[in-house]
């Protein structure tokens, strides 16, 4: 049987070979996250299992081209023309491929239901989850540990105790090309520069405009770097371009230009990473780039901080009630003032750039 890859090769599989599910739809930062899951699913049943992702659009992005993986199934469920008719071709799908094991980090109902639907014997979750009910064996999510590390425990169920690993990323040669040309494109192949992610999915986690054209000009006032490169996808490009007239000279945006793993080429090829509490972060932590990030709504204490060994972590200098004002933050300030974002100064965020890069 011939299963197609993430990266268009063919790969021989034997007909009663263990076939794992592994169902991730939720953003891309989790989606970098659960990579050290996936290779240690890949080492815990060997070269002889297929192990499938089935992901968003997004996810596949992140995804694509990861050796440990021998088939990424694309489940677009913010498609807002998605209808049952697209869950039920989705359960199908899954049905014809007869799956043994679904592993389910994402705690979602939706998922469990999916999985239960396609009648795979052994579904596998998170004691509390949304989808728990669909579930036939379930383990208790350790909240004092990193999102990587307490994902592990999902194959322990199964007698396996892998010991973590870091995350990772797999952009290949024609990516790794194209991001050297929209460096050589706006004079950056050779200069000392930092990459910016002022975006987010929710919007307080957004550190204010204004202020991260403050940080940058202080990076370039105290020589760290030579230049700024914002990134992001298409819906961050205006916010990238207000960022780019006040902070004047030096900085360059790419934001809309190029895809994930992309984004995560450039994100290497920089002295240091700056961003807000969001995938991008957690990119910047597969390709072992220093990273700073911005907590202002959210907390580390969920877990699900930039997993790597030079990541700062900055916060508000002040207790606020409101915080964290819930798991992912809100489109809109809760109080009003943004208080959270706004307490932390720029020289707070410059000062930490600065250790990191020592």
């Not at 076939?19 to 659960?34: E, H, M, S, Y």
């Not at 064996?137 to 350790?142: E, G, I, L």
């Not at 090829?269 to 995938?279: A, E, V």
């Not at 307490?343 to 750039?353: L, M, V």
Request: hydrophobic residues 40%; charged residues 25%.
């Amino acid at each position: 049987m011939k299963i197609l890859l993430a990266n268009g090769l063919k790969k021989v599989k034997l007909r009663n070979t263990m076939r794992i599910l592994i169902i991730q739809t939720a953003f891309i930062g989790d989606c970098v996250l659960t990579t050290p899951f996936i290779r240690r699913t890949r080492e815990a049943y060997g070269e002889d299992a297929v192990v499938a992702v089935l992901t968003t659009p997004d996810g596949k992005g992140v995804f694509d081209g990861n050796p440990n993986i021998d088939e990424i199934i694309v489940y677009d469920k913010r498609n807002s023309d998605a209808r049952l008719s697209t869950h039920f071709g989705v359960v199908n799908d899954l049905l014809a491929r007869k799956f043994d094991i679904a592993f389910l980090p994402h705690r979602s109902f939706r998922t469990g239901l999916m999985a239960m639907m396609a009648r795979i014997p052994e579904r596998v979750g998170f004691t509390k989850s949304g989808g728990s009910i669909f579930y036939t064996k379930s383990v208790q999510k350790q909240m004092d540990l990193p999102e990587p590390e307490r994902l592990l425990d999902l194959i322990t169920v199964f007698g396996h105790r892998p010991k973590p690993c870091p995350l990772e990323v797999f952009p290949g040669k024609a990516r790794e090309k194209k991001a050297e040309e929209l460096l050589a494109k706006i004079g950056l192949a050779d200069k000392r520069f930092v990459t910016v992610a002022p975006g987010s999915v929710w919007g307080t986690k957004r550190y204010p405009t204004d202020l991260f054209v403050e940080v940058i000009r202080g990076l370039f006032k105290e020589k760290l770097v030579e230049n700024a490169i914002l990134l992001g996808g298409e819906s961050d490009a205006d916010l990238c371009d207000k960022i780019i007239a006040k902070a004047g000279s030096g900085t360059f945006s790419l934001a809309g230009e190029t895809d994930i793993l992309t984004s995560a080429v450039i994100i290497s090829k920089s002295k240091l990473f700056i961003g807000n509490d969001s995938g991008p972060s957690h990119l910047a932590a597969a390709v072992g780039t220093p990273v700073v990030t911005i907590f202002g709504p959210t907390i580390p204490e969920f877990g699900f901080i930039p997993y790597g060994d030079n990541v700062t972590i900055v916060e508000p200098p002040i207790e606020l009630k409101c915080r964290p004002c819930s798991p992912h933050g809100k489109m809109d300030c809760p109080r009003g003032d943004h208080a959270c974002m706004m307490s932390i100064f720029p020289d707070k965020i410059i000062g930490a750039a600065a250790r990191a890069l020592q």
